[in-house]
């Protein structure tokens, strides 16, 4: 799993780099929520008044959320979920599309059919949307529509939101113009890239009037 490498282009990680990149990934996903648990229980821990003492519980339930959320995307979007050649329910990735992005900040226009599809068009699909949340860091809207039918159906996220913008260096790592950076962010599109030639498709990430697209065709 290693590309070429050219002048001024990283070598892209082998197996062992790559698989420590993506827990390295998952791991910076969650540092945040599961540190306001433990927060929380060092509140509670202190014998605090009762407002406190509620305003800790409050804490804990919403971090708690938000850490299982991440962790039930992160298992369908990088783990093995289901066997080689699975097939997996569009209705469920959607609903933990929503509960791992949807924050107030960014939310979800879903225009995709509920269907089953191959595992790796899910999970493609879910790291495409990761890699547009990037795209709008001040918030706003993605959207999500379907290319082509059935089990050969790929897809277009949209994300339009104030200051939309194209991340450095990650079309250029969509595109396979260049290795990552060994860094847990570089690899999330690196491995998208991967996702995408796995199912035959090209991932693309292009400025649209002031909209950011990211297709898989």
């Known amino acids: 799993m290693s590309d070429a490498s050219s002048p001024g282009t990283a070598t892209a990680p082998d197996a062992l780099e790559l698989a420590a990149l993506l827990c390295s990934r998952v791991c910076h996903d969650l540092i945040s929520p599961v ?4 927060n929380g229980l060092e509140v509670l821990d202190d014998d605090p008044k009762p407002e406190d003492r509620e305003f800790a519980l409050d804490l804990i ?5 938000t850490a299982s959320a991440r ?4 298992r369908l979007a990088f783990g093995a979920a ?3 050649g699975a097939q997996i329910d569009l209705g469920d990735a959607q609903t933990m599309a929503r509960g791992h992005i949807e924050d107030g900040k960014c939310s979800i226009t879903w225009n995709l059919p509920r269907l089953l ?9 879910l790291n495409m949307l990761v890699v547009s949340q990037h795209t709008i860091p001040r918030g706003g809207m993605l959207t999500i529509d379907p290319i082509g039918e059935g089990e050969s159906m790929s897809f277009r996220v949209t994300a339009t939101g104030h200051n939309a913008r194209l991340p450095q260096n990650i079309s250029e790592l969509l595109s396979g113009e260049r290795g990552p950076a060994a860094d847990a962010h570089a690899i999330q599109p690196y491995y998208t890239r991967l996702l995408a030639e796995a199912c035959g498709l090209t991932v693309r990430l292009a400025h649209e009037g002031e909209a950011i697209t ?3 065709s």
Request: net charge positive.
């Open 35 to 38: 540190g306001a648990i433990v």
């Open 61 to 65: 339930r919403k971090s708690a959320k």
């Open 71 to 74: 962790l039930q995307f992160c």
């Open 82 to 84: 289901g066997s080689s």
């Open 117 to 125: 599809l191959p595992k790796n068009r899910v999970k493609l699909l």
């Open 214 to 216: 990211v297709t898989a």
